[in-house]
């Protein structure tokens, strides 16, 4: 069975101190992992996809990396407003569309 | 910037009733889906539309379940007799090509079954 654990369940920053957040999968195949940020009663916002090992993206403070068995969510000097629950998701070869998503990872970063 | 439109935002229903929750995808996408999240936990896939048919379901997504879209704007999830466990938040969303292009979620419908 595909699985997706992201750890840990929650970080507490202060403004300014970088850290990663985790991501370890087991799939049968992976077609594509992507990150998602959730605010409080609201949908999930698409921040990356990577789909091969030792791919990279990048968005303001948020960087993204991937291998085989895992991915990281890089923030680098952190503000209050990146204070969300980030996700983690797959998408495998035996899938059409579906996502297999984590439980998500809470971040508070404090002024 | 285009939105996923979700209604109503909250929804309470009696046991053993008949909900639609409605979307309204972004105008140029081309697949549609419904997801859930119980509170405290995962969110799950439940099916996945395009070319006017369900692409992909979960087991989730049994006969009480089932998807429409009916013109050429509404997408809409009807559960037939809900149950207290259907109570979650239920997230559409939609995207324009493969499904490797991240989708655009709705704020979702909280539904509450008493």
């Known amino acids: 069975e595909d699985q997706v654990t992201q750890s840990p369940e929650a970080l507490r920053l202060q403004e300014g101190e970088s850290s990663s957040l985790n991501c370890s999968y087991t799939v049968s195949g992976l077609r594509g992992l992507f990150w998602y940020r959730q605010d409080p009663g609201k949908g999930p916002e698409f921040l990356f996809t990577l789909y091969s090992a030792g791919e990279e993206k990048e968005k303001e403070r948020l960087k993204a990396t991937l291998t085989k068995k895992e991915s990281f969510l890089h923030i680098t000097a952190p503000k209050p407003e990146d204070s969300a629950t980030y996700l983690c998701?797959?998408?495998?070869?035996?899938?059409?569309?579906?996502?297999?998503f984590g439980k998500g990872i809470t971040l508070s970063v404090r002024p | 910037e285009p939105e996923v439109t979700q209604t109503p935002s909250h929804q309470v229903t009696q046991m053993g009733q008949e909900v639609i929750l409605r979307c309204v995808p972004i105008?140029?996408?081309?697949?549609f889906y419904w997801y859930r999240q119980i509170l405290g936990q995962k969110v799950e896939f439940l099916v996945s539309?395009?070319?006017?048919?369900?692409?992909?379901k979960s087991e989730i997504f049994d006969d009480q379940f089932s998807v429409e879209r009916p013109d050429g704007s509404n997408f809409t999830l009807k559960i037939r007799s809900t149950k207290l466990e259907d109570s979650a938040m239920y997230f559409c969303?939609?995207?324009?090509?493969?499904?490797?292009?991240?989708?655009?979620f709705g704020s979702g419908t909280r539904l509450t079954v008493v």
């Open positions: 969303a939609s995207n324009l090509d493969t499904p490797n292009y991240g989708y655009t």
């Open positions: 105008s140029n996408h081309l697949y």
């Open positions: 998701a797959v998408r495998t070869t035996g899938a059409n569309s579906k996502l297999t």
């Open positions: 539309f395009y070319n006017n048919e369900i692409s992909e």
